[in-house]
């Protein structure tokens, strides 16, 4: 893992969404600080970092890490709202929260560059997680293309799931966290086992 140039992030904190490198998430903007995050990152470079807040608080505090993306397609309602999808391209290390006048909170980051040979499984590693993927998603009833998921590459097939699995926040935040493919595919497949023996109703998986 090496550390690129320390930039500016303006951020989108929000509980339980995490976004990865390479993955999409579609996001519903109607508040107005967030509304002008939007309308500035459109000015600007298009980008907004996702991060999730530690605890509650106004603000809230955030946790260390989250990821920026860059906004790939846009609608903007004419109420002023906007519909956009976020292409995730980077992790970042949060460095120092700025003092800004902005309505949106803005920090200093640094980028994360991904070590490409920490982004592939072992041909057992990857059979582990899609085995414990079936039994997971056929305990939750979910239906799964998984001649799909088999043509998926490494780095797709860890994130996408961490990106979707129904886990609390904390979870979420330790996916994210994990350097390296390999170990995020190992929490994963600890999450779900964890999740599979769990008697509780509640569909959520927390590590704290």
Known sequence: MVAMVAQRISLFPLTGVILFPGLQVPLH??????????????????QIGMIQPRAAGEPPP????????RI???????????NLVLEGFARFRVLRELEVTTPFRQIE?????ENEIDQALSSIERASLERESQRFA????????WDSVA???DRSLVNGIAQIAPFDAAAKQALLEAEGLK????????????FGR???????VTLQ
């Open 109 to 113: 980051a640094e980028l994360i560059e």
């Open 29 to 46: 903007i109607f508040e107005p600080r967030y509304r002008a995050l939007v309308s500035d990152a459109m000015a600007r470079d298009r």
């Open 72 to 82: 790939i397609d846009v609608e903007a309602l004419e109420d002023g709202r906007y």
């Open 62 to 69: 955030l946790f260390d890490m989250g990821c920026v993306g």
């Open 183 to 194: 170990a995020r595919a190992d929490l994963l497949v600890q999450l779900m086992q964890f």
């Open 198 to 204: 769990r008697d509780s109703d509640d569909p959520r």
């Open 138 to 145: 056929n305990a939750q009833g979910y239906s799964v293309d």
């Open 151 to 153: 043509r998926l590459d």
